[in-house]
Nanobody, 124 residues
Framework: QVQLVESGGGLVQAGGSLRLSCAAS????????MGWFRQAPGKEREFVGT????????YYADSVKGRFTISRDNAKNTVYLQMNSLKPEDTAVYYC?????????????????WGQGTQVTVSS
Protein backbone atom coordinates (compact mmCIF):
# COMPACT_ATOMS: atom_id res chain seq x y z
CA GLN A 1 0.00 0.00 0.00
CA VAL A 2 1.01 3.57 -0.68
CA GLN A 3 -0.53 6.43 1.26
CA LEU A 4 -0.61 9.83 -0.40
CA VAL A 5 -1.37 13.14 1.29
CA GLU A 6 -1.66 16.36 -0.68
CA SER A 7 -1.17 19.83 0.74
CA GLY A 8 -0.66 23.38 -0.44
CA GLY A 9 -4.03 24.18 -1.93
CA GLY A 10 -5.81 27.43 -1.29
CA LEU A 11 -7.29 30.57 -2.75
CA VAL A 12 -5.20 32.63 -5.18
CA GLN A 13 -5.88 35.42 -7.62
CA ALA A 14 -5.64 34.88 -11.33
CA GLY A 15 -2.04 35.17 -12.46
CA GLY A 16 -0.75 33.94 -9.13
CA SER A 17 1.13 30.81 -8.18
CA LEU A 18 0.73 27.86 -5.84
CA ARG A 19 2.87 24.84 -5.12
CA LEU A 20 1.16 21.61 -4.20
CA SER A 21 2.96 18.84 -2.37
CA CYS A 22 2.12 15.18 -2.14
CA ALA A 23 3.83 13.17 0.58
CA ALA A 24 3.98 9.42 0.13
CA SER A 25 4.44 6.68 2.68
CA UNK A 26 4.30 2.93 2.63
CA UNK A 27 6.15 1.26 -0.20
CA UNK A 28 9.28 2.53 -1.93
CA UNK A 29 8.36 5.87 -3.46
CA UNK A 30 10.85 5.64 -6.32
CA UNK A 31 9.17 2.44 -7.54
CA UNK A 32 6.19 4.48 -8.73
CA UNK A 33 5.49 6.91 -11.54
CA MET A 34 3.49 9.79 -10.10
CA GLY A 35 0.69 11.78 -11.61
CA TRP A 36 -1.47 14.79 -10.88
CA PHE A 37 -5.14 15.00 -11.77
CA ARG A 38 -7.86 17.52 -11.08
CA GLN A 39 -11.62 17.59 -10.93
CA ALA A 40 -13.73 20.70 -11.18
CA PRO A 41 -17.33 20.77 -9.93
CA GLY A 42 -19.62 19.06 -12.38
CA LYS A 43 -16.76 17.90 -14.57
CA GLU A 44 -14.91 14.66 -15.05
CA ARG A 45 -11.50 14.06 -13.56
CA GLU A 46 -8.80 15.49 -15.82
CA PHE A 47 -5.18 14.48 -16.30
CA VAL A 48 -2.74 17.27 -15.42
CA GLY A 49 0.71 15.72 -15.69
CA THR A 50 2.95 12.84 -14.83
CA UNK A 51 6.57 12.32 -13.83
CA UNK A 52 8.77 9.30 -14.22
CA UNK A 53 10.36 7.42 -11.37
CA UNK A 54 13.67 9.22 -11.75
CA UNK A 55 12.13 12.67 -12.17
CA UNK A 56 12.64 12.96 -15.90
CA UNK A 57 10.88 13.01 -18.24
CA UNK A 58 7.63 14.73 -17.41
CA TYR A 59 4.49 15.01 -19.51
CA TYR A 60 1.67 17.52 -19.28
CA ALA A 61 -1.81 18.13 -20.52
CA ASP A 62 -1.99 20.84 -23.16
CA SER A 63 -4.15 22.96 -20.85
CA VAL A 64 -1.31 23.37 -18.34
CA LYS A 65 1.80 22.99 -20.47
CA GLY A 66 4.21 25.88 -19.93
CA ARG A 67 2.47 26.96 -16.72
CA PHE A 68 2.68 23.90 -14.46
CA THR A 69 5.79 21.94 -13.49
CA ILE A 70 5.95 18.58 -11.78
CA SER A 71 9.01 17.56 -9.80
CA ARG A 72 9.83 14.95 -7.21
CA ASP A 73 12.27 14.40 -4.40
CA ASN A 74 12.70 10.68 -3.90
CA ALA A 75 14.74 11.25 -0.74
CA LYS A 76 11.76 13.05 0.79
CA ASN A 77 9.11 10.77 -0.76
CA THR A 78 7.38 13.82 -2.14
CA VAL A 79 6.09 14.97 -5.51
CA TYR A 80 5.33 18.60 -6.25
CA LEU A 81 3.12 20.52 -8.64
CA GLN A 82 4.27 24.10 -9.20
CA MET A 83 1.42 26.07 -10.73
CA ASN A 84 2.14 29.48 -12.25
CA SER A 85 0.00 31.94 -14.20
CA LEU A 86 -3.10 30.43 -12.67
CA LYS A 87 -6.45 30.96 -14.36
CA PRO A 88 -9.98 30.71 -12.96
CA GLU A 89 -10.45 27.58 -15.07
CA ASP A 90 -7.71 25.91 -13.03
CA THR A 91 -10.09 25.86 -10.07
CA ALA A 92 -10.52 22.24 -9.00
CA VAL A 93 -9.66 19.63 -6.44
CA TYR A 94 -6.17 18.41 -7.25
CA TYR A 95 -5.17 14.83 -6.63
CA CYS A 96 -1.84 13.08 -6.75
CA UNK A 97 -1.69 9.44 -7.71
CA UNK A 98 0.87 6.65 -7.98
CA UNK A 99 1.14 3.96 -10.61
CA UNK A 100 3.35 0.95 -11.11
CA UNK A 101 2.83 1.36 -14.83
CA UNK A 102 5.37 2.56 -17.37
CA UNK A 103 5.32 5.19 -20.05
CA UNK A 104 3.05 8.21 -20.28
CA UNK A 105 0.29 7.00 -18.01
CA UNK A 106 -2.44 9.59 -18.51
CA UNK A 107 -5.50 7.51 -17.68
CA UNK A 108 -6.71 7.70 -14.10
CA UNK A 109 -7.79 4.09 -14.03
CA UNK A 110 -4.16 3.05 -14.57
CA UNK A 111 -3.16 4.59 -11.23
CA UNK A 112 -3.12 2.34 -8.22
CA UNK A 113 -3.15 4.80 -5.31
CA TRP A 114 -4.74 8.20 -4.79
CA GLY A 115 -4.56 11.00 -2.28
CA GLN A 116 -7.59 12.68 -0.75
CA GLY A 117 -7.20 15.84 -2.82
CA THR A 118 -6.57 19.50 -2.08
CA GLN A 119 -8.77 22.39 -3.21
CA VAL A 120 -7.36 25.07 -5.47
CA THR A 121 -9.52 28.09 -6.12
CA VAL A 122 -8.45 30.81 -8.54
CA SER A 123 -10.38 34.05 -8.38
CA SER A 124 -10.76 36.38 -11.33
Amino acid sequence: QVQLVESGGGLVQAGGSLRLSCAASGRTFSDYRMGWFRQAPGKEREFVGTISRSGSPTYYADSVKGRFTISRDNAKNTVYLQMNSLKPEDTAVYYCAATSGFGRVVTGTKYDYWGQGTQVTVSS
